[in-house]
């Protein structure tokens, strides 16, 4: 059985450690692949570019997105409306994870698709508790889409 991962698109490095901490804290283990903008995780989903590149025989998706806004390249809003037009893509779960207030980000995310959004919390503990929430629903408790 192949190991189930989940896809972190995320630019800034200390939340980028501040997730892989709070992962590990709720124990889960599931492999996190890291995209830096918004090109590196397209090229990861679609196998395109070197930019996380998987083997071209690995047609497993991710089995959950967590997909910051603000990303260089090519924004939050841009990657998942990508991903929600591909049919090789568009049932993995996405979740939100911003630090943005803007309600227009929040409208516009749930416009194209997104399965939940959530703002990060400053303080580390809530931001792990968040984490193990968020794992144990999409990991745990929700039933995955089935494969296309």
Do not use: C
């Not at 939340?15 to 090109?39: H, M, S, W």
């Not at 196998?47 to 390249?73: E, F, M, V, Y």
């Not at 991903?83 to 994870?97: E, F, G, K, N, Y």
Request: proline share 5%; net charge negative; hydrophobic share 40%.
């Amino acid at each position: 059985m192949r190991e189930k991962v989940i896809l972190l698109v995320e630019d800034n490095p200390s939340d980028i450690g501040l997730t892989q901490r709070a992962f590990l804290k709720a124990g889960i283990r599931n492999k996190l692949v890291v995209a830096e903008d918004g090109q590196e995780a397209l090229d990861y989903l679609f196998l395109t570019g070197a930019s996380h590149q998987r083997d071209a025989n690995d047609s497993d998706n991710p089995i959950l997105i967590l997909l910051d806004l603000k990303l260089p390249r090519v924004d939050g809003l841009e990657v998942l409306r990508l991903i929600r037009a591909d049919s090789r893509t568009r049932r993995i779960p996405v979740v939100i994870l911003t630090s943005s207030n803007e309600e227009q980000d929040l409208a516009s995310s749930y416009d194209l698709g997104t399965n939940s959004y959530i703002r990060k919390p400053v303080d580390f503990h809530q931001f792990a508790e968040v984490i193990k929430q968020l794992g144990m629903y999409w990991l745990v408790i929700n039933e995955a889409p089935p494969r296309p």
